[in-house]
């Protein structure tokens, strides 16, 4: 895949299959989606505001008459016209992931603790 090779100096990407795309991962992590051959980014509070600068939107889907927005945004074109670019929005999504997974962290121990009692 493009995005791979494109991402392999930061180091090793791996694509899977998902809802007619692709989910970009590292490290088990998901930092990306490609939907329609397009690509979309993880994004959250601290990084969402370089999104919106550039006119970025989210990702999108109909679901019961209504649009639901998901924290994956457009990624800007420079990322596919210079690697360097591509790696500092690629580890700016990475991070989001991170944050994110970090966050959830104490809500899956606080269920598995209920689950031993």
């Known amino acids: 895949m ?28 998901m930092f990306a989606i490609v939907m329609n051959q397009q690509l979309y980014l ?12 550039l006119g970025r939107t989210p990702f999108t ?3 019961k008459g209504k649009d639901v927005a998901l924290s994956y945004w457009s990624a800007p074109d420079v990322v596919f016209d210079e690697p360097a670019e591509a790696v500092r929005w690629a580890r700016s999504a990475w991070d989001a992931a991170v944050r994110g997974h970090l ?15």
Do not use: C
């Not at 791996?14 to 590292?26: C, D, E, N, S």
């Not at 959830?104 to 031993?116: F, I, T």
């Open 42 to 53: 993880k994004v959250d509070d601290h990084n969402r505001p370089d999104f919106e600068a």
């Open 61 to 63: 889907y109909p679901m």
């Open 2 to 29: 493009f995005l791979q090779e494109l991402l392999e100096k930061w180091g090793p990407v791996t694509a899977r299959r998902m809802f007619g795309g692709h989910g970009l991962y590292r490290d088990g992590l």
């Open 103 to 117: 966050a959830k962290a104490p809500a899956r121990e606080r269920a598995k603790a209920r689950l031993k009692s």
